[in-house]
């Protein structure tokens, strides 16, 4: 164990890329899962909000991870696989309670917080950092600040919509 | 994680594996620190009521201490268990004190939806082998790039 400087090689950043993947391919899937559980209940009454919410968050998600793998690409390195990803969140997933709006609504704040937070740490590492790395430092960085800002922005939509929901 | 962290982690496996208080010293080889940068930060654990620091006898976690020492190596835990098995990193424990700097509380709880943590964790943690005792080390030639 040693106090050291977070970031300071490609191998690092390669590690923290593939875990904002797969930070992403845990919201996609719960989102999918959650689809799934809420659609096949017996007493469901669509709640078009919650299905956009959910759809957009699988969506963005998606989108996320691919501007991400290429950042992993150009440093010569793997994504990690979505399908295996998926089966994880299956394997650990519980179904939401009765209240289950609630429970979903605040399992996509937690993904969408978390995600926020990573990015943010990570922007903070690199730019702290002195060393070089062989992906363009510029493009690096305006990649993740573009995706925290999106993140940011799903903050405050799930915020929003739950302030309706109540 | 911040460099405060980590300290509060390395004092606890040292008091855990001596069963009695960590020595200054024991501490700056466990960090990789001087001994200076280890007393300096050992007082501001005592300043936030985290440490008791008794000259010639060492350094005890306080309640308080032992719980955010816990807590981080939980997260520690959580990394680690993530770089080797759903990653499938070969050298898990190093690259897990490379990046636990960058991994937030928040950010772990999310991850630990889909590792396999143990419901014992972290006292399942092997303070000499610096990991799990569940966790299998991967095979040499693992496929993480």
């Given at each position: 164990m040693s106090v050291t400087d977070?970031?300071?090689s490609d191998r690092q950043i390669v590690r923290l890329l593939q875990m904002g993947i797969v930070l992403e391919e845990v919201v996609e899937a719960r989102a999918s899962k959650h689809y799934e559980s809420l659609t096949s209940r017996e007493d469901y009454e669509p709640d078009p909000a919650i299905q956009a919410l959910l759809e957009e968050a699988g969506t963005e998600s998606a989108e996320h991870r691919e501007r991400l793998e290429a950042l992993i690409d150009e440093l010569g390195a793997e994504t990690v696989a979505f399908d295996r990803i998926q089966t994880l969140v299956e394997e650990r997933y519980s179904q939401p309670d009765p209240d289950a709006f609630d429970d979903i609504l605040y399992d996509q704040l937690h993904g969408e917080e978390s995600a926020y937070k990573f990015y943010d740490d990570l922007i903070a590492a690199i730019e702290a950092s002195d060393a070089a790395f062989s992906i363009d430092r510029d493009r690096l960085l305006d990649t993740l600040e573009a995706i925290r800002e999106e993140e940011a922005e799903g903050v405050r939509e799930v915020t929003a919509l739950m302030s309706e929901e109540r | 994680m911040n460099a405060a962290d980590q300290y509060l982690k390395a004092i606890y496996l040292i008091q855990e594996t001596e069963n009695g208080p960590a020595a200054t010293g024991a501490i700056a080889d466990a960090l990789d620190v001087s001994p200076a940068s280890a007393n300096e930060m050992i007082g501001k654990l005592a300043d936030d009521g985290l440490a008791d620091h008794e000259k010639y006898k060492g350094v005890s976690l306080t309640d308080d201490g032992i719980g955010r020492a816990r807590d981080v190596l939980e997260r520690y835990c959580i990394i680690e268990r993530f770089l080797a098995t759903?990653?499938?990193?070969?050298d898990y424990r190093g690259e897990a004190t490379q990046i636990q700097a960058v991994v937030d509380q928040v950010v772990a709880d999310r991850v630990d939806l889909i590792v396999d943590r143990q419901p014992d964790c972290p006292d399942c943690f092997l303070p000499d082998e610096d990991r799990c005792e569940y966790l299998e080390i991967p095979a040499e030639g693992g496929p993480a790039a």
């Open positions: 977070p970031v300071s | 759903t990653l499938e990193v070969e």
